[in-house]
């Protein structure tokens, strides 16, 4: 295979032709997805319109949640008791946009507490199940072989890797998405965030701290930069 | 819904059963021993999901197991007190004696 990529000289075929190139993965979903328009399943519109949500969501939808649940205790009540119902709330129906979606796509949505004793990290062994209506694409390390074998066997050198250091006292607890559960942290409100409005902390809860590879900081937002500003 | 054989607090070990097709019940938590710590709803078991059997294919409980890492992986290199949890189907489990 290689040997056919990026050589420069093969019959003056340059980069555009071999990044043309597709792979079987890419092959098999445009038969699936072809066979499926041709009998009427769904449509190349639906199909289209579909994806271009699925790349659009990001985690704001878990931000927006933590965020609430840090600032108004009934409905941290409600998420703990009943994730996907309490995810309406804030305008998240893990049914929607399709309409479609089957309780074997994603049924059970849960969140996890972290509380000064335990540390809660979600990754899925099996393949890369993810909470995405509330926090989009997973990030590509996520579907990572590395990632998923070492975060069960070695999770807090793992997390040492993210820079997180865990003190002794509180237990790592890992969590496998092997089955219909989907999961998502919820991590401790941090220090020096007294008196913020949802909004500003929704802003300090990215993507990696819902993952558990990361702690929320009152100095640190997903889009470094506008935050002095902000907290000016 | 069937009655869970398993109540949460109960010591179960996972099976190591013949799988020639598709499961869900990762190599790496079979014949080990933890605890049932909540309980998930009835659901047709991967086995028979995976083939589409939606209608037809065998409902189980389903429990959330949480097992020691030192439990898991004897060389841990953690601490004693590291955790996980995943799920498993009723008919993967076994009880253990406490």
Known sequence: MAKHHGDGHHDGHNAFEVSSKVSEFEILELAVRELAIEKGIFSAEDHRRFAEWAEGVGPHGGSKLVAKAWSDPAFKQRLLENGTEACKEVGIDWLQPTGVGTPSDYTFFYVLENTPQVHNVIVCTLCSCYPRPVLGMSPDWYRTPSYRRRMVRRPREVLAEFGLHLPADVEVRVHDSNQKSRFMVMPMRPEGTEGWSEEQLARIVTRDTMIGVALPRADRTSDAGSLAEQVR | ?98
């Open chain 2, 1 to 98: 819904m069937a009655k869970p054989k398993f109540q949460v607090g109960d010591t179960v070990r996972v099976k190591d059963r013949t799988t020639l097709f598709h499961t869900r019940t990762q190599k790496f938590i079979r014949k080990r021993v933890g605890t049932v710590v909540a309980h998930r709803p009835e659901w047709v078991i991967p086995e028979d999901e995976a083939w589409d059997r939606m209608e037809t294919g065998r409902k189980e409980p389903f429990y959330v197991i949480r097992f020691k890492q030192t439990e898991l992986w004897p060389d841990y290199t953690g601490l004693a007190h590291d955790t996980l949890e995943t799920e498993a189907s009723e008919s993967w489990l076994e009880s253990v004696k406490g």
